[in-house]
């Protein structure tokens, strides 16, 4: 059972324009929302998170929105940058008893355009 | 943040030979982890290292195939034994900040690929 889901493989998007990767999960006990962004022969770093008591958070040119009577979340990049072709994954978080699980979703490749 | 570090960062490895992996943190964090990542596929929970106890291990993940070591709060190993080319893949240590955030930090990854 995939309790979260990219259901977007890949995503192109043209340099400056937005580009908005979506994130769908099933358990509505997840305390914290992530995205990371992955470069090939990299570990994962960390983007922006956001805890499921708030809808919205903004760090530069990355938002993240949560829609939790929808279980969904999307990240919003904008303006998109060359840089910024990466494999972006999910990841949710449920804390409980000082024990964190985290399980990420499939990953979406963007690639933006020059 | 925390800085990890894995090694080793790629390796080649015979069909039913065992390969272990350390992670070293370069500050005591108290929640660490093992992850997989198979080609196309997502990062995969194999289990989370507790220190001075043995691992707890996620479904489909056994002590047998990935004994895991946690001496201390700034070290760790995972070794994958007896290996398959099933067994291709990137695996990943990670520890959480325990912040308000939730930020989990990850190493490098070290790439297997068994032939």
């Known amino acids: 059972d995939q309790q979260v889901k990219q259901n977007s493989p890949s995503l192109s998007v043209q340099e400056g324009r937005i580009s908005i990767l979506n994130c769908d999960y099933t358990n509505s006990m997840f305390d914290y929302f992530l995205w990371y962004k992955k470069y090939p022969a990299e570990g994962p770093t960390f983007l922006i998170s956001?805890?499921?008591?708030?809808d919205k958070n903004e760090d530069g040119r990355f938002t993240v929105f949560l829609n939790k009577s929808a279980k969904h979340l999307s990240l919003h990049i904008v303006p998109s940058q060359p840089g910024d072709s990466a494999v972006y994954f999910c990841?949710?978080?449920?804390?409980?008893?000082?024990?964190?699980?985290?399980?990420f979703g499939t990953g979406t490749r963007l690639k933006v355009l020059a | 943040s925390a800085v990890i570090s894995q090694k080793p960062s790629r390796d080649i490895c015979q069909r039913g030979t065992s390969l272990t992996i350390q992670c070293q943190v370069d500050s005591q964090v108290t929640m660490m982890f093992w992850y997989r990542q198979q080609p196309g596929q997502s990062l995969t929970l194999i289990a989370t290292?507790?220190?001075?106890?043995?691992?707890?291990?996620e479904s489909g993940f056994v002590i047998d195939k990935f004994p895991i070591s946690r001496p201390n709060l700034t070290f760790s190993t995972l070794t994958v034994s007896n290996m398959s080319p099933e067994d291709s893949s990137i695996y990943l240590c990670?520890?959480?900040?325990?912040?308000?955030?939730?930020?989990?930090?990850f190493g490098e990854g070290s790439r297997l690929t068994v032939l």
């Open positions: 990670s520890v959480a900040s325990g912040g308000v955030t939730g930020e989990l930090f």
């Open positions: 956001i805890s499921s008591i708030k």
């Open positions: 990841a949710a978080l449920r804390a409980t008893s000082g024990t964190y699980k985290y399980i």
């Open positions: 290292a507790n220190q001075g106890s043995e691992a707890t291990y």
